[in-house]
């Protein structure tokens, strides 16, 4: 029976189901997209042409771009893959732009004005080798050439077609080339370097044909270390590997010759470790010691005199020639809260070309790197305008004393993102500066309703459309009822927190971590992770929400640690603590104190757990629930997962009340010869679970086993850990565990023969998605194991749930060995996955769908009922009305479900799903090298009016209905009257 | 419902009054007949009027229980169209279904319109009233459980249990 109700199921679910995509004049509405390109390794400007200037950069996340040099939009942008390093960049006919990238042997063109590739072409060579590239004004038979030195091979590479006109090999061992230098007007090619690391080659050669012409060395009686210095076409500076003495070495007309000067000569004070830094001034060469920065000028034959030196952080570019035979460079310099830029000619240090100070934001740090351009004046004299890099990765154009744009790229670069609310609106806090007039909201609403009417005129649509996308609503700085604005804290490699406004996008506040700063006592800060450390509600409200960042000093595991607690509305850091001890996990407890803090679990290397805040009261808190809390350690390297408890107080230091030991309670051992782990993956702590329930066909019940202590753990066969394909379907597997981190219980395993990782995995209520590729089927393939809890299949009886005589909501313990059955099904699915993530919401009533970072870089939402074990071919007709798809062999992708529509998040790396206040909706956020944001509700909003919902419409209509009541009953009065007095 | 009509006070036409028991000759202008002695009638005047009344309330309570379980056939009758009209979405079983929610509701609103031709202050009414309306409740739960909106199923009570609290937790994972 019972067919009543599932009408009105059927109906309602037929009528939802199909469009889950947007309009068109709904991009931009709820969604935002942010375009970077990473720290800046390399850039070079084309001024020279009229039309529109621009910059071409390489950066290090192996991205080619051309920026606007006005503004600092991207024209064009390349993203090369993860291997496909970029070497060097440059420009040449004045209409390609050159990049040589994987170590060399890939040379590529790009069309200039939009970024087309025009040729590419591969150079191999016998060994492996430093790659240069270098592009002059060469012409050999009128054709430019490039003259390309990688893999041990010196190629001249035509710039019309990219054919290798000829090439010369140095397959000496042991020789390592530095620079190849080509003397401007000359026919030939200075190729130098070291053999053996103690004797300087030169090897002259014809750049015509690559006809070796002349071959010299000259041995040396210590060792050479890296970088040479070019500081005339025919002399060059080398610092010896212990870094004190300096090379002075000429090669005039084919002649070597070669002076030493130990740098204790020209330095009062011993420096330590010199460094050559920034190789191509003429005549000028730098040198950097811990301490200082030194200038030296080179004064006829290999003499060396000091010109400056600074004790400054200092910078300096690249030479730029700014007119015949002159050359300049720019020097950068940070003085408090300012930074100078100096220009100045190569030939003449004591006189400046340009000198300016420009205010800096403290909280984008040092400089490190600028890169200068010239233009000339209305009055014909030099202007320079610089581009620099900060520490923090930002990417500044200055000129004229002022910074002209700015671009925060060390967003391209989130390493982890958790978000915070935004402060309550208070009573006394006006916020009619953003509020609209009466006016204007009343014209808003009338156009709208012109609009739904369809009487707008394109204008009216114009503005309409504005309207909406410019709606101050979203951008507001405080809580809204839907809970859709929020903060999202980002922290980025360079160890930059920002807040992102989740409206529009627009960074609310940018910090650079003091803590995590280079310093005497972390002379290698790495930031790891950032947690959330206080969320206050309820009773804490007047207490400001912050996060936890925590870093280690120094790449070793047992570095020690460095927290920092940051302020989320300011972003003001209030607190730091050196650790005394490494942080090899960070474990939030479910427990807070008073204040809303969280309490954590700092596992050390050791294996000690310290607990923080180290307060009082949290150790008040935390002993009532000692015995109840474990942790677990996976061990990919060694295929060992070990789970552990707390014991009492630390051994080792006696003092320390914070600090526990642990003790070792189970241990999963996996055979390392047939299985290695590759990938695990846990619930979400906030996730929430509406029901423990799941309803099946004909009003029966399953029980979902709900644990927050299940661990997923994929191994693959040692053999298989490398390459798609790269094995055969017989020696490769698969291996899943489902895992309770508690007891050590392995509650389900499943093999996949012939079966490849990578896999990407999601854990969520009571089930896991993973996806590999199926060697056998030459497939990807998309899995899914539900778990259910048998023990509590009995609950049956109706009257014994009426009555409330039922042990389902008594809290479970790991040790009780629930009995768990599991179910599980595979399907075909085309994409290869980069992220996998589930839609999170604030009960978890609203049906999930999973967001799948697709090899595209875009992120598409599939529902979960596609990945159904119960799904069948031929559904029996109650499974059918509950909502079973009849099975196929592979997951559907449908077009309109892609959520990022018609952008790509490039580079894309993790999609982050935050809850909305409001059930129906999900925050989504997917970072990489772009940012995208968008509200994403997985059964439509159906507990919100839509947002073009015309409330000027619903008005008049109630005004319309309540007037004609009015007239009709007027009228039937007067009839009446009328009737009677007949 | 018809036969109770008939014995209304409103539904006659004429009546003779044979328990006129006035003793006085002049006060009517037909002498007695002979034979017939006022006297005896005088004597059990009063019994048989109360016999009457007693009869006319009996066959009054009677027909109230009669009125009250007519509602069973009904409910009968309707278990076994539903029966007869199966499970799947039709036009005739969603009339079915409609009729069956509809004619125990109008049934009990009007209660009291039913059960008014029994009024009597002699008759108790209460019973056949709550029979009444316990078997067109029974009618009606029959058509809501046929939309399945009853709850008599395990799922109904646990859908919405959220889950267990656990004892034990359990945080880590491969190390940072």
């Known amino acids: 029976m019972a067919i009543m109700s599932f009408i009105f199921v059927f109906f309602f679910f037929s009528s939802l189901q199909p469009i889950l995509s947007l309009y068109e004049d709904q991009v931009g509405l709820m969604d935002w997209h942010q375009q ?13 042409k009229t039309g529109r200037k621009r910059v071409v950069a390489s950066t290090e996340q192996n991205i080619i771009a051309t920026l606007d040099l006005r503004r600092g939009e991207i024209f064009w942008r390349h993203v090369l893959g993860p291997n496909d390093v970029v070497d060097g960049i440059d420009i040449a006919l004045g209409k390609y732009v050159i990049t040589l990238s994987s170590g060399g042997s890939i040379l590529r063109a790009w069309n200039l004005p939009d970024g087309q590739m025009v040729w590419e072409s591969s150079l191999h060579g016998p060994k492996h080798s430093k790659p240069l590239l270098l592009t002059r004004n060469l012409i050999i038979e009128k054709d430019n050439v490039l003259i390309v030195f990688s893999n041990g091979r010196l190629n001249a590479v035509s710039c019309i077609d990219g054919e290798v006109l000829w090439k010369k090999d140095f397959e000496e061992e042991s020789l390592e080339v530095q620079q190849v230098i080509q003397p401007p007007g000359s026919g030939f090619i200075y190729v130098l370097g070291f053999a053996a690391s103690s004797q300087f080659e030169m090897y002259k050669i014809n750049a015509k044909n690559g006809e070796l012409l002349k071959h010299e060395s000259t041995a040396f009686s210590g060792r050479f270390t890296g970088e040479v210095s070019l500081v005339s076409s025919e ?25 030493q000067t130990p740098v204790s000569n020209l330095l009062e004070d011993s420096p330590g470790l010199a460094v050559i830094i920034h190789p191509s001034v003429t005549g000028i060469f730098a040198i950097k010691t811990d301490a200082a920065t030194i200038f030296i000028r080179v004064i006829g034959e290999g003499k060396l005199e000091v010109v400056e030196k600074t004790n400054h952080e200092t910078v300096v570019s690249d030479a730029l020639s700014i007119s015949e035979g002159q050359q300049a460079f720019a020097l950068v310099q940070h003085a408090g809260s300012s930074i100078h830029l100096t220009v100045k000619p190569a030939h003449d240090w004591d006189s400046n070309l340009l000198k300016e100070s420009i205010k800096m934001d403290q909280q984008r740090g040092f400089v490190h790197k600028v890169f200068i351009n010239n233009y000339i004046r209305t009055d014909r004299s030099h202007g320079f305008r610089a581009l620099i890099v900060m520490e923090d990765h930002s990417l500044l154009l200055l000129q004229q004393g002022a910074i002209v744009w700015s671009r925060e790229d060390g967003l391209a670069s989130i390493i982890d993102v958790t978000t915070s609310e935004l402060p309550v609106e208070k009573a006394g806090v006006s916020v009619a500066k953003v509020e609209l007039n009466l006016f204007e909201w009343l014209k808003g609403h009338v156009l709208k309703l012109k609009g739904t009417l369809m009487l707008a005129t394109p204008e009216d649509i114009a503005a309409i459309q504005h309207m909406r996308l410019k709606s101050s609503e979203k951008s507001k700085m405080t809580r809204d009822h839907n809970g859709f604005r929020k903060l999202l804290i980002a922290l980025t490699r360079a160890g930059k927190l920002f807040g992102l406004h989740t409206g529009d996008g627009r960074i609310v506040w940018s910090h650079l971590l003091q803590s995590l700063h280079k310093s005497e006592s972390c002379r290698q800060p790495i930031v790891l992770n950032l947690y959330q450390w206080q969320v206050p509600h309820h009773h804490a409200l007047d207490e400001n929400p912050s996060v936890l960042v925590v870093g280690r000093c120094g790449p070793s595991s047992d570095a020690l640690g460095v927290l920092s607690l940051v302020d989320s509305y300011t972003g003001k850091e209030f607190s730091s603590l050196s650790l005394v001890h490494s942080v090899a996990q960070v474990i939030p407890l479910p427990y807070t104190d008073s204040t809303e803090q969280r309490l954590h679990l700092l596992i050390d290397a050791d294996k000690h757990a310290h607990l923080y805040p180290k307060t009082p009261e949290a150790i008040d808190s935390f002993q009532s629930e000692f015995s109840n809390v474990y ?63 799941k309803l099946i066909a004909d009003q029966d019940v399953m029980y979902k086993y709900i644990s927050s202590n299940l661990l997923f753990v994929a191994t693959v066969a040692p053999k298989a850990s490398g390459e798609i394909g790269s094995v055969t379907p017989e020696e490769s597997w698969l291996v899943v565990y489902l895992i309770d981190t508690v007891t050590g219980r392995v509650l389900h395993r499943m093999t996949h023969h012939g079966s490849q990782g990578p896999v990407q995995a999601v854990l969520s209520e009571n089930w896991v998605v993973y996806h590999y590729f199926n060697l056998r089927a030459h497939r990807y393939e998309m899995s899914v194991i539900e778990i259910y809890d048998q023990s509590r299949a009995d609950n049956k009886d109706v009257w014994k749930l009426v009555v409330g005589n039922h042990n389902l909501t008594s809290p ?53 009922r596609f990945l159904d074990p119960r799904r069948s071919v031929n559904p029996k007709q109650a499974e059918r009305e509950e909502g079973i798809i009849p099975l196929t062999d592979s997951l559907p992708i449908i077009p309109q479900s892609y959520i990022t529509h018609s952008l790509r ?47 000027a419409l619903l008005l008049i209509t109630i005004v319309v209905l309540v007037a004609a009541i009015f007239v009709t009953w007027i009228l039937s009065q007067r009839k009446e009257l009328q009737d009677r007095w007949r | 419902m018809e036969k109770g009509k008939g014995v209304m006070g409103a539904g006659r036409r004429w009546a003779v009054d044979f328990s006129d028991n006035s003793t006085a000759p002049s006060s009517r202008d037909i002498p007695d007949p002979p034979g017939f002695t006022r006297a005896s009638v005088d004597q059990d005047d009063s019994a048989v009027s109360r016999q009457k009344k007693d009869a006319e309330a009996n066959w009054k309570s009677q027909k109230a229980w009669e009125v009250a379980q007519a509602p069973f056939k009904n409910l009968l009758m309707m278990g076994f169209m539903m029966w007869m009209a199966g499970s799947t979405v039709h036009l005739f079983s969603i009339g079915i279904t409609f009729s069956a929610l509809w004619q125990p509701i109008s049934a009990l609103q009007g209660v ?6 029994y009024k009597d202050n002699k008759v108790d009414l209460l019973g056949p009233k709550l029979l009444f309306i316990a078997l067109n409740l029974g009618g009606l739960a029959l058509g809501l459980n046929t939309l399945g909106l009853l ?3 395990a799922s109904d009570w646990v859908s919405s249990l959220s889950p267990a609290q656990e004892v034990e937790y359990s945080g880590g994972g491969i190390p940072l």
Do not use: M
């Open chain 1, 36 to 48: 970077y390109i990473g720290k800046v390794k390399q850039a070079v400007f084309h001024t020279h």
């Open chain 1, 235 to 259: 002399t060059v500076v080398a610092l010896d590997s212990t870094g004190s003495i300096l090379l002075t070495i000429s090669f005039h007309n084919g002649k070597i010759s070669s002076q």
């Open chain 1, 631 to 693: 942790w677990y350690s996976v061990d990919d390297d060694n295929g060992i997962i070990k789970g552990y408890a707390l014991k009492t107080k630390c051994s080792s230091n006696v003092a320390d009340e914070f600090c526990f030991d642990s003790r070792e309670l189970w241990s999963i051992v996996l055979p390392s010869e047939s299985e290695k782990i590759i990938t695990t993956a846990t619930r979400k702590l906030n996730e929430a679970v509406h029901t423990q329930a």
């Open chain 1, 812 to 864: 479970v313990s790991s040790y009780s060995r629930a009995e768990v059955i599991t179910k599980s099904q595979s399907y075909f699915f085309t994409h290869s996955l980069k992220a996998i993530a589930v839609t999170l919401t604030v009960k978890g009533i609203t049906s999930k769908q999973l967001l799948i970072g697709t090899i595209g870089d875009q992120v598409l939402a599939l529902d979960k």
């Open chain 1, 905 to 951: 998040v490039e580079g894309l790396q993790s999609i982050i799903t935050v809850a909305a206040k409001l059930e129906s909706t999900t925050l989504v956020f997917a970072h990489g090298l772009d940012l995208f944001f968008t509200h994403y509700a997985p059964s439509r909003t159906y507990d919100s009016l839509t947002e073009d919902f015309s409330y």
């Open chain 2, 112 to 117: 009291g319109k039913v059960f008014e031709p």
């Open chain 2, 151 to 153: 709850p008599t199923h």
